[in-house]
């Protein structure tokens, strides 16, 4: 016959293990909030980066300063640069860092810049889906060490690099990249000496002069895992990619400081300039009309994990 102390001990016992499966259960499914059952991509492989929802707080209303009055920032910072019907802006890395994404409406376009400290990847999207206008925000989730945005709207997670929802109401919607210049700040208020620039006064108290990543893009370590590795180049040497139709080629910042600062070549029957700017470490494609392409820089590791199938650029 068992004592009733022990029959209160394994009540309690059974008590805490059903709580316990319970909560492995509930972790299973959600994230930060985000329901994962239905994702594109393996679950388990969407890790939670450490903030929260919103824990990295977006840029939604956005403040502008000229080019003579962005003090705060060096010739050879980095910036993501667009232009849009005549009118020119720059995002600073130093101040994306800490934000991530920023919401902003200008030359006749909601757009959303996108940036991931992880991958250096920065990339910038038409806000408007199928005539509604998305609201984004940072999930505290990453895929392939990449940051998943979600829009405010469905809630919806979407892949960055990838450029599309894997959860949610939008699931398997695709956003519409943008041509974004990804360069140093010299060089693009040199094209552009009338951009406006983001202010540094954004609301919140962060430290903008220093950065919170200072040796990450200068070793070899991944924070989080990917799903695919490949060692023919650096894991954090730079890349040009390139997409179309579904097919993905990579330009090697290593192969095109073997090549001609401009060159042509062919992928999937279309024509178009390669051009490499090793100062100031950019690259970018130029159709035949002249326009330039929506094209992503980032890490090795980054572009290789989304793309293992991806061609690859190689000097003669």
Same mark, same amino acid.
């Given at each position: 016959?068992?004592?009733?102390?022990?029959?209160?001990?394994?009540?309690?016992?059974?008590?805490?293990?059903?709580?316990?499966?319970?909560?492995?259960?509930?972790?299973?499914?959600?994230?930060?909030?985000?329901?994962?059952?239905?994702?594109?991509?393996?679950?388990?492989?969407?890790?939670?980066?450490?903030?929260?929802?919103?824990?990295?707080?977006?840029?939604?209303?956005?403040?502008?300063?000229?080019?003579?009055?962005?003090?705060?920032?060096?010739?050879?910072?980095?910036?993501?640069?667009?232009?849009?019907?005549?009118?020119?802006?720059?995002?600073?890395?130093?101040?994306?860092?800490?934000?991530?994404?920023?919401?902003?409406?200008?030359? =006749?376009?909601?757009?959303?810049?996108?940036?991931?400290? %992880?991958?250096? *990847?920065?990339?910038? &999207?038409?806000? !408007?889906?199928? @005539?509604?206008?998305?609201?984004?925000?940072?999930?505290?989730?990453?895929?392939?060490?990449?940051?998943?945005?979600?829009?405010?709207?469905?809630?919806?997670?979407?892949?960055?690099?990838?450029?599309?929802?894997?959860?949610?109401?939008?699931?398997?919607?695709?956003?519409?990249?943008?041509?974004?210049?990804?360069?140093?700040?010299?060089?693009?208020?040199?094209?552009?000496?009338?951009?406006?620039?983001?202010?540094?006064?954004?609301?919140?108290?962060?430290?903008?002069?220093?950065?919170?990543?200072?040796?990450?893009?200068?070793?070899?370590?991944?924070?989080?895992?990917?799903?695919?590795?490949?060692?023919?180049?650096?894991?954090?040497?730079?890349?040009?990619?390139?997409?179309?139709? =579904?097919?993905?080629?990579?330009?090697?910042?290593?192969? %095109?400081?073997? *090549?001609?600062?401009? &060159?042509?070549? !062919?992928?999937? @029957?279309?024509?178009?300039?390669?051009?490499?700017?090793?100062?100031?470490?950019?690259?970018?494609?130029?159709?035949?009309?002249?326009?330039?392409?929506?094209?992503?820089?980032?890490?090795?590791?980054?572009?290789?994990?989304?793309?293992?199938?991806?061609?690859?650029?190689?000097?003669?």
């Amino acid at each position: 016959m068992v004592s009733p102390v022990s029959s209160i001990s394994e009540l309690r016992w059974l008590v805490t293990l059903v709580i316990l499966l319970a909560a492995q259960e509930s972790a299973a499914e959600s994230k930060n909030g985000f329901v994962l059952d239905d994702a594109l991509v393996p679950p388990h492989e969407i890790l939670n980066g450490g903030p929260g929802r919103d824990g990295i707080r977006s840029l939604d209303y956005p403040a502008f300063i000229s080019a003579k009055e962005a003090t705060y920032l060096k010739s050879r910072d980095r910036v993501l640069g667009i232009e849009l019907n005549g009118v020119a802006r720059a995002y600073p890395i130093r101040i994306l860092n800490y934000h991530e994404i920023v919401n902003d409406a200008f030359g =006749g376009h909601a757009i959303v810049v996108t940036y991931c400290p %992880l991958c250096n *990847s920065g990339i910038a &999207f038409n806000a !408007e889906v199928d @005539g509604t206008r998305l609201e984004f925000g940072v999930s505290g989730l990453l895929y392939n060490s990449d940051v998943l945005l979600y829009d405010r709207q469905t809630g919806s997670l979407w892949s960055q690099i990838g450029q599309t929802a894997i959860t949610g109401t939008m699931k398997g919607t695709r956003l519409d990249a943008l041509p974004m210049a990804h360069t140093t700040w010299r060089d693009w208020v040199a094209r552009h000496p009338e951009t406006e620039v983001l202010s540094d006064q954004t609301g919140f108290r962060r430290n903008y002069k220093v950065s919170p990543y200072p040796d990450y893009a200068r070793n070899s370590a991944l924070y989080f895992p990917v799903a695919a590795h490949n060692s023919k180049y650096r894991r954090k040497s730079l890349v040009l990619g390139l997409e179309i139709d =579904g097919q993905f080629k990579a330009y090697p910042f290593s192969e %095109l400081s073997k *090549s001609p600062r401009e &060159f042509l070549d !062919e992928f999937q @029957g279309q024509s178009f300039a390669v051009r490499y700017d090793k100062k100031n470490k950019t690259a970018s494609i130029v159709g035949e009309d002249g326009d330039e392409w929506p094209t992503l820089i980032s890490f090795w590791f980054a572009w290789y994990a989304f793309h293992p199938e991806t061609e690859i650029y190689t000097a003669d």
